[in-house]
C-alpha cells in the first residue's frame, strides 16, 4: 500500500496561486494524479504524472493554468495551480496507480487515495 499526505490547500481570491503538495511513503508505483471533488459533484480527474518519465497529462479545463510536478528525491508531487478560479473549489486529493501509466489515472485507475485537502477560490 502507498500513504498519500496532502498539503497546500487554502482559501484564496480568484486569480490567485496555490501550490498542493503530496508526500508519498510505502510500496512503489508507476504514476501519480491529482483529482478533486467539489459538493455534489463525482470526483474527477485534475493532472497525472509518471513516476520514472516525463508524461503528464491533464484535463481540459486545468490546461495552462496547472502544472504537475515531482521530487523523486523526497517522493513528492507538486500541483501549481494559478489563475484560480471560484469553479476550482473542490477537495483534492491525489492518487497512485501501481502499474499504470497517467492515462490510466484519467480515467480513474487509482490503486490508493490521500484524504485531501480543500481549496476554496472566492469570486
Known amino acids: 500500500q502507498v500513504q498519500l499526505v496532502e498539503s497546500g490547500g487554502g482559501l484564496v481570491q480568484a486569480g490567485d496561486s496555490l501550490r498542493l503538495s503530496c508526500a508519498a511513503s510505502?510500496?512503489?508505483?508507476?504514476?501519480l494524479g491529482w483529482f478533486r471533488q467539489a459538493p455534489g459533484k463525482d470526483r474527477e480527474f485534475v493532472a497525472a504524472?509518471?513516476?520514472?518519465?516525463?508524461?503528464?497529462r491533464y484535463a481540459d479545463s486545468v490546461k495552462g493554468r496547472f502544472t504537475i510536478s515531482r521530487d523523486n528525491a523526497k517522493n513528492t508531487v507538486y500541483l501549481q495551480m494559478n489563475t484560480l478560479k471560484p469553479e476550482d473549489t473542490a477537495r483534492y486529493s491525489c492518487?497512485?496507480?501501481?502499474?499504470?501509466?497517467?492515462?490510466?489515472?484519467?480515467?480513474?485507475?487509482?490503486?490508493?487515495w490521500g484524504q485531501g485537502t480543500q481549496v476554496t477560490v472566492f469570486p
Open positions: 492518487g497512485v496507480s501501481y502499474w499504470g501509466n497517467p492515462q490510466a489515472l484519467e480515467l480513474l485507475n487509482v490503486d490508493d
Open positions: 504524472i509518471g513516476w520514472s518519465d516525463v508524461i503528464t
Open positions: 510505502g510500496r512503489t508505483f508507476s504514476s
